[in-house]
């Protein structure tokens, strides 16, 4: 089914980027543009303020009328240029009951016979002598725009309002061009934001465009050894290349361990049927014998034990395999394992001892961890010579408990530590095939080590290996511990000393 395809990502970026500069520049433009132009009104509103006052405060009242009775009165104001305010204008407007006469007017304006603000005398604070408030208006004269304040004022009982007016015609200009300024601004702003945002996105997302193309080569090709070279800052593209690149040699590892793995299967699974298919021509063509059925016996109990090592390793895997966690006393596994060793080792030449020996308690399974003794006790069995030593060790620290099982064997070279915990791993192929006499009879072919390593993690401890050719290996699993119980730990050293103690009696009498 054909997809559409989607814009690309600097595209989207450059126009995200770009609708939220003209909206940030617009708010920012319309800000400016009212603050400056509120601040200029005001500026000429304190110039007519001040000329209002100074004309008031120097204008003359001339009464009219007949027989010294004033029926009228007119106010004669000052020239403005002694105030330096020759672009303001001034009329006074007398208001009473017959309606708004012209009182005066300042000498810059006395041929204009129009109010400067006709709307403001028919205002009620124009009417009556106890309002004062001024009135500011913006009116139209002669196709420009004017600044007005109207003043009512009160004169031997007259009403008059004062109207003063000054153009806004240079605030209009610099509005005009402080606009034009901002819209430029926001243009070249825009225009450069986009050029840099661009800029800066293809050279970020070009890099994610080489891993694009290094991971699309590897799906069509196979090619596992593709990496992406660690150029540029280490941002966060560089380290998103540091971790692909990681990741690449993670699956290539794992891709050559699934190799070797399902290959050791092969191997080992046809040791056993090739074994068998042999020893089943042997008994059709000359009959059931014992030692026929011996080797058959043997071969599936180690096809047995192969398949259900395999089977908990891949349990382990995808989480299937699950832990009944309780209180674990190692000093009575131990001492279980122990019983056992001897068992193990009973057709060997072999040595099984216990050197240290302190009662400890941990949280753990006690089936998987007696299965982890018993695969480190048999991997020393099978890689010790006759004559030689394997050694258990119990102690504590104030965290942990620690578990040692040491032998005297051959040794590991330390090449192959980081490896030994491997699947399938054989560090040398005369440890495992009998250079030593008879092997223990739950020889393995290389799981015991992995299965140890996911039951000691799985406890949350920790498992290591010490060792050198020819002196021997110490394995090492270490785990949190609980705090120690009182009771039975005082009677369990008697009973695992005396347990020795008597071993070592009757091979002494033997030995007479």
């Known amino acids: 089914m054909p997809t ?3 814009m690309p990502l600097r595209h989207r970026l450059i126009l995200w980027c770009a609708a939220i500069l003209i909206i940030v520049l617009t708010l920012f433009g319309a800000l400016l543009y009212g603050i400056t132009r509120w601040t200029l009104v005001r500026v000429l509103d304190d110039t007519l303020m001040g000329t ?17 009775t004033p029926e009228e009165m007119i106010l004669r104001l000052p020239k403005l240029d002694m105030f330096r305010s020759s672009a303001v204008y001034i009329q006074a407007w007398r208001v009473d009951e017959n309606g708004v006469s012209l009182a ?14 006709p709307v403001a005398l028919q205002e009620e604070a124009a009417t009556s002598s106890e309002h004062s408030t001024d009135i500011w208006s913006e009116a139209m004269m002669d196709g420009t725009e004017w600044r007005v304040i109207s003043r009512p004022v009160d004169i031997w009982g007259q009403t008059f309002v004062l109207q003063a007016a000054i153009s806004l015609a240079s605030v209009n200009q610099m509005g005009r061009w402080l606009l034009i300024i901002i819209v430029v601004e926001m243009a070249l702003a825009l225009v450069g934001t986009c050029f840099i945002g661009w800029t800066m996105a293809s050279r970020a997302l070009g890099r994610i465009d080489d891993i694009t193309e290094a991971a699309a080569s590897i799906v069509n090709t196979d090619d596992l050894k593709t990496r992406m070279p660690a150029t540029g800052p280490n941002d966060e593209i560089g380290r998103l290349i540091s971790v692909f690149n990681h990741m690449l040699d993670r699956i290539e590892h794992m891709f050559g361990v699934q190799q070797r793995f399902v290959a050791d299967v092969s191997h080992e699974l046809r ?3 090739t074994a068998i298919r042999g020893h089943l021509d042997l008994i059709k063509r000359y009959g059931v014998d014992p030692e026929s059925l011996d080797a058959l016996d043997s071969e599936v109990a180690r096809m047995n034990r192969l398949v259900t090592d395999l089977l908990m390793l891949a349990k382990a895997d995808y989480g299937g395999l699950t832990l009944t966690m309780g ?9 279980e394992v122990y019983r056992e ?7 060997r030449d072999l040595k099984v001892t216990i050197r240290d020996y302190e009662p400890v308690r941990i949280q753990g399974d006690h089936d998987r961890l007696k299965q982890l003794l018993l695969n480190l006790i048999s991997n020393a069995i099978k890689f010790t010579p006759d004559g030689g030593e394997i050694t258990l060790n119990l102690r504590q620290t104030p965290n942990d408990a620690v578990l040692e099982v040491s032998d005297t064997g051959i040794g590991i070279s330390e090449d192959d530590h980081k490896h030994v915990f491997d699947r399938f791993f054989q560090s040398d192929t005369s440890r495992a095939r009998g250079d030593f006499g008879a092997l223990a009879p739950n020889e393995g072919v290389g799981l015991g080590l992995s299965i ?18 020819g002196h021997g290996a110490t394995f090492t699993a ?26 070592r009696t009757g091979e002494h009498t033997a030995a007479q």
């Open 4 to 6: 559409t395809s989607a």
């Open 52 to 68: 209002i006052d100074q004309a008031m405060a120097n204008a003359a009242a001339i009464p009219t009328g007949e027989f010294s």
């Open 104 to 117: 005066g007017a300042s000498s810059n304006i006395e041929d204009y016979p129009n109010a400067l603000d």
């Open 271 to 273: 040791t056993p049927l």
């Open 327 to 335: 209180a674990v006393d190692l000093d009575d596994l131990v001492t």
């Open 341 to 347: 060793a001897k068992i193990l080792a009973k057709d």
């Open 452 to 469: 140890a390593r996911w039951i000691t993690e799985a406890h949350g401890g920790h498992i290591s290996v010490h060792s050198q050719p």
């Open 478 to 503: 270490t785990f949190p511990r609980q705090i120690a119980h009182a009771a039975p730990q005082t009677a369990a050293r008697p009973r695992i000393a005396g347990l020795i103690r008597r071993e």
